[in-house]
C-alpha cells in the first residue's frame, strides 16, 4: 500500500471512530460555579428552581455538556465573598460566574469598599486561570443618586480592568414585572428565574465559546 492510500485509510479510520463515539463523549464537561448572594442561591426556591439549576438545564437542552454548581450563600456581601472565593471555587473550575453587590447596596457599605472587594476576587480568580462572567447589581433608588452614581458603574470599570464579559443588571425584566418576585418584593420567584436565565442564556453561550477556546 502507497503511503498516500495509507494516510487516507488513516483518515477515514478515524472519522469513522469519532462518528461512533457516543453523544457528548467528544467534549468534556465544563464545569460552571455560581458564585454570588441569595440571587444566586435561589433564597426560598427548591432546588431546582434556583438560577444555576434552571441555567444548567437550559444550556443542556441547548446542546451544551455542562455542570453549573450553586455557590450561592444568601446574605453575602462582596467582603464575604472575598473570604471564601479560594474554597468555594474549586481546582477544576472552567469558569465563574461571579454576581455580588446586591447586599452591600441594601446595606450602604461603600461603593468604594464594594469595587475594592470584587476587584480582589477577580484577582484571585485571574491568578488561577478561571474565566469569569461578571454579573452586575443596580444600586435600588432608596440610596439616592449619589450612591447610584458611585456604585453602579463599578461592575463596567471592573470588567474593562479585567477582560471579562459583563451582564450588566441581573434582575433585569424581573424587578418592575409584576408576578415575578417573592412576596418580600426583593428576590425572584421560579417564574422570575426562568426570565433571567432566558434573558441571560446567549451571553452565557459565549462565555462558554470562549472557554472551549481558551
Same mark, same amino acid.
Given at each position: 500500500?502507497?503511503?498516500?492510500?495509507?494516510?487516507?485509510?488513516?483518515?477515514?479510520?478515524?472519522?469513522?471512530?469519532?462518528?461512533?463515539?457516543?453523544?457528548?463523549? *467528544?467534549? +468534556?464537561?465544563?464545569?460552571? @460555579?455560581?458564585?454570588?448572594?441569595?440571587?444566586? /442561591? =435561589? $433564597?426560598?426556591?427548591?432546588?431546582? #428552581?434556583?438560577?444555576?439549576?434552571?441555567? #444548567?438545564?437550559?444550556?443542556?437542552?441547548?446542546?451544551?455538556?455542562?455542570?453549573?454548581?450553586? /455557590?450561592?450563600?444568601?446574605?453575602? &456581601?462582596?467582603? =464575604?465573598?472575598?473570604?471564601?472565593?479560594?474554597?468555594? %471555587?474549586?481546582?477544576?473550575?472552567?469558569?465563574?460566574?461571579?454576581?455580588?453587590?446586591? !447586599?452591600?447596596?441594601?446595606?450602604?457599605?461603600?461603593?468604594? *469598599?464594594?469595587?475594592?472587594?470584587?476587584?480582589? %476576587?477577580?484577582?484571585?480568580?485571574?491568578? +488561577? !486561570?478561571?474565566?469569569?462572567?461578571?454579573?452586575?447589581?443596580?444600586?435600588?433608588?432608596?440610596? =439616592?443618586?449619589? $450612591?447610584?452614581?458611585?456604585?453602579?458603574?463599578?461592575?463596567?470599570?471592573?470588567?474593562?480592568? $479585567?477582560? %471579562?464579559?459583563? $451582564?450588566?443588571?441581573?434582575?433585569?425584566?424581573? @424587578? &418592575?414585572? #409584576?408576578? &415575578?418576585?417573592?412576596?418580600? =418584593?426583593?428576590?425572584?420567584?421560579?417564574?422570575?428565574?426562568?426570565?433571567?436565565?432566558?434573558?441571560?442564556?446567549?451571553? %452565557?453561550?459565549?462565555?462558554?465559546?470562549?472557554?472551549?477556546?481558551?
Amino acid at each position: 500500500m502507497s503511503f498516500k492510500a495509507r494516510l487516507l485509510h488513516f483518515i477515514v479510520m478515524s472519522v469513522m471512530c469519532l462518528v461512533a463515539l457516543p453523544a457528548g463523549a *467528544q467534549d +468534556r464537561t465544563l464545569q460552571l @460555579v455560581g458564585f454570588g448572594d441569595s440571587l444566586m /442561591a =435561589g $433564597y426560598q426556591l427548591a432546588p431546582s #428552581e434556583s438560577y444555576t439549576a434552571k441555567l #444548567e438545564a437550559a444550556l443542556k437542552a441547548k446542546g451544551h455538556n455542562v455542570v453549573v454548581t450553586n /455557590a450561592g450563600v444568601s446574605g453575602d &456581601t462582596t467582603s =464575604g465573598g472575598l473570604s471564601r472565593i479560594d474554597w468555594s %471555587v474549586p481546582d477544576g473550575t472552567d469558569g465563574v460566574i461571579l454576581e455580588l453587590g446586591a !447586599n452591600d447596596a441594601l446595606r450602604g457599605i461603600s461603593p468604594e *469598599q464594594s469595587e475594592k472587594n470584587l476587584d480582589a %476576587v477577580l484577582a484571585r480568580l485571574k491568578e +488561577r !486561570n478561571i474565566p469569569v462572567l461578571l454579573v452586575g447589581i443596580v444600586a435600588p433608588p432608596n440610596m =439616592g443618586s449619589d $450612591y447610584a452614581d458611585r456604585f453602579n458603574p463599578i461592575y463596567e470599570r471592573l470588567a474593562q480592568k $479585567y477582560s %471579562v464579559k459583563l $451582564y450588566p443588571f441581573f434582575l433585569d425584566g424581573v @424587578v &418592575t414585572v #409584576e408576578g &415575578t418576585q417573592l412576596d418580600d =418584593g426583593m428576590h425572584p420567584n421560579a417564574r422570575g428565574v426562568d426570565i433571567m436565565v432566558d434573558k441571560s442564556l446567549a451571553l %452565557v453561550e459565549s462565555f462558554l465559546g470562549d472557554i472551549d477556546h481558551k
